[in-house]
């Protein structure tokens, strides 16, 4: 996880630049392949252009306005007859090109019909990917599992607790949290049993973390003595077996 504290009356996709560009830049040194996905805060030309430059994949949400919902008028009518329970979506890929856009690109919508709900619910995403328009979808709904990380973040290490009356304070306070966030990943990713591996982090912290012990000293060794409510014997153990495996970098 990376961050960046900014104050809080500019725009929330305000340097985007400077986080998302210096990452695209490391993963694709390593030889991996970069797809981004963000939400309408990030429906920028600028963006877009800077990902196609860099030949990076992208889907990002853009707000709906009166063109785009010209272009799928035809989904926007209710089915006849009684309305499924079940929601109808369907989906349509087209070209489009925004008065503020050099070039016309790919834009996929999706229009869901409820049961309950008069008017259907419809969403536009402009993207790079050559697959299929549920598939563009599907993909671009896996955001929500950031989101989940993100809220770990703050239940874990308390990302968003900054009470100081500095703002550098407050930076420096976010980075620690950062650093304690990483820190606890690596550790699920690097020392946890497979049983236990997908584990969020506030989990960890209320079944493996806190948890009562007492340490008793006698003249030659030491009793570690914990309560076993989560944290048992023998995942105690498998924990230290594997953090003792894991190689010391060399120097």
């Known amino acids: 996880m990376a961050v960046k504290l900014r104050p809080g009356n500019v725009h929330s996709a305000e340097d985007w630049d400077r986080v998302l560009l210096p990452e695209v830049e490391r993963q694709q040194k390593q030889d991996k392949e970069v797809v981004v996905r963000a939400d309408a805060a990030f429906a920028k030309p600028e963006l877009y252009e800077a990902l196609e430059g860099r030949d990076v994949k992208y889907a990002i949400r853009i707000p709906s306005n009166d063109t785009l919902e010209q272009a799928v008028a035809e989904l926007l009518r209710r089915p006849v007859g009684r309305p499924s329970h079940k929601p109808l979506v369907r989906y349509q890929s087209f070209r489009y090109q925004a008065a503020s856009w050099k070039i016309a690109r790919r834009v996929v919508a999706k229009v869901e019909f409820h ?40 239940e874990a290490v308390k990302l968003t607790r900054l009470s100081c009356h500095r703002f550098r304070a407050n930076e420096v306070r976010l980075w620690l949290s950062v650093i304690a966030y990483n820190l606890g990943n690596l550790w699920r990713r690097l020392g946890l049993p497979k049983r236990i591996d997908t584990w969020s982090l506030p989990s960890l912290q209320q079944r493996l973390i806190r948890t009562g012990g007492r340490l008793v000293k006698h003249a030659r060794y030491y009793w570690l003595l914990l309560a076993e409510g989560h944290l048992t014997r023998s995942l105690f153990g498998a924990i230290l077996r594997r953090l003792t495996a894991l190689s010391v970098p060399a120097g």
């Open 115 to 154: 049961c309950e709900e008069l008017f259907p619910r419809v969403g536009f995403i402009v993207t790079n990917l050559g697959t299929d328009s549920r598939a563009v979808v599907r993909f671009y709904n896996k955001r929500g599992t950031a989101e989940q990380w993100i809220k770990a973040g703050k």
